[in-house]
């Protein structure tokens, strides 16, 4: 999966977030999920995106609206992810 957003450094092939976890990385329907959690306070957030299948991996990326916040990373991380594909089915019923 390309690497991507301006959270992330790479040393040596080796990708580093802001964050303790790294970025999850998931695909639904063909489109590439990155889900970058970060701290608010004593919650969690996350930064969502998607790109759409062929897309141009130097293309920025689409941004998918999500302001939830959750109690742990991993928590914030897996419902970012799920935003994101509720977000796909949604572009995809578009057509």
């Known amino acids: ?11 040596a092939g080796v990708r580093y977030s802001a964050s303790r976890m790294r970025p999850l990385e ?6 590439k ?3 970058i959690a970060s701290s608010a306070g004593r919650a ?5 995106e998607v790109r ?8 920025e990326p ?3 609206p999500f302001s939830g916040t959750h ?10 992810r ?7 089915d949604r572009e995809e019923k578009k057509g």
């Open 44 to 48: 969690w957030s996350a930064l969502v």
């Open 52 to 59: 759409a299948p062929g897309s141009d991996d130097a293309a």
């Open 1 to 11: 999966m390309a690497q991507y957003g301006p959270a992330l450094s790479t040393t």
């Open 62 to 64: 689409t941004v998918v």
């Open 82 to 88: 799920d935003a994101a594909m509720r977000f796909i």
């Open 26 to 31: 998931a695909e639904h329907r063909g489109w």
């Open 33 to 35: 999920i990155r889900v």
């Open 71 to 80: 109690s742990t990373e991993k928590l914030a991380q897996s419902a970012g």
